[in-house]
T-cell receptor
Framework: EAGVTQFPSHSVIEKGQTVTLRCDPI?????LYWYRRVMGKEIKFLLH????????ESGMPNNRFLAERTGGTYSTLKVQPAELEDSGVYFC??????????????FGSGTRLTVV | KQEVTQIPAALSVPEGENLVLNCSFT??????LQWFRQDPGKGLTSLLL?????REQTSGRLNASLDKSSGRSTLYIAASQPGDSATYLC?????????????FGTGTQLKVEL
């Protein structure tokens, strides 16, 4: 099966611009997650979708970040306007069954975002 | 709030050595614990997942153990090879706060030398 796909793999934008990241989860996975790793820190949770609904967005840093998952398939994460501190690697993950402890997460390769 | 710590932060060993990576977590109310590997510039590859009811899992040269009551997990790598060089991440999925998020450690950067 195809894995979790993210694009672009790299993005360099100027402060104040807008960037949209995309994630295609594994087909059939209702659960989709966004995480990010900023320089020198651990990977941290941003939000969780179950199908098209936001189950938990407690990790979103501020209202410059907007995530959507129209139709419950792929998801986008938009940063508008981007700030320097948004630089980092943004990971997407999907899982088959949220309630089952036997199921783990499958991560994509990440999008490395650099804001200059 | 769950906190995950990994020791050591970096490790360099000669090829063939057996090694142990450590992970500790502060809240024992967990669904499971997952070990990942990350190669430079790449994504996270899942290595092993241990459910909260399990004590260990094995895959090839890798063995992961879980002691939930003491908040510890170890990843044992047997007969290390240069291809094992990568950053190893431990992530805990907690029961609290919705039970839907992973809390990661900062990782152990492993280098296996010829």
């Amino acid at each position: 099966e195809a894995g979790v796909t993210q694009f672009p793999s790299h993005s360099v934008i100027e402060k104040g611009q807008t960037v949209t990241l995309r994630c295609d989860p594994i087909s059939g996975h209702d659960n989709l997650y966004w995480y990010r790793r900023v320089m020198g820190k651990e990977i941290k949770f941003l939000l969780h979708f179950v199908k098209e609904s936001k189950q938990d967005e407690s990790g979103m840093p501020n209202n410059r970040f907007l995530a959507e998952r129209t139709g419950g398939t792929y998801s986008t994460l938009k940063v508008q306007p981007a700030e320097l501190e948004d630089s980092g690697v943004y990971f997407c993950a999907s899982s088959q069954d949220w309630g089952n402890p036997g199921y783990g997460y499958t991560f994509g390769s990440g999008t490395r975002l650099t804001v200059v | 709030k769950q906190e995950v710590t990994q020791i050591p932060a970096a490790l360099s060993v000669p090829e063939g050595e057996n090694l142990v990576l450590n992970c500790s977590f502060t809240d024992s109310a967990i669904y499971n614990l997952q070990w990942f590997r990350q190669d430079p510039g790449k994504g996270l590859t899942s290595l092993l997942l241990i459910q909260s009811s399990q004590r260990e899992q094995t895959s090839g040269r890798l063995n992961a153990s879980l002691d939930k009551s003491s908040g510890r997990s170890t990843l044992y790598i047997a007969a290390s090879q240069p291809g094992d060089s990568a950053t190893y991440l431990c992530a805990v999925r907690g029961l609290t706060g919705g039970g839907n998020k992973l809390t990661f450690g900062t990782g152990t950067q492993l280098k296996v030398e010829l």
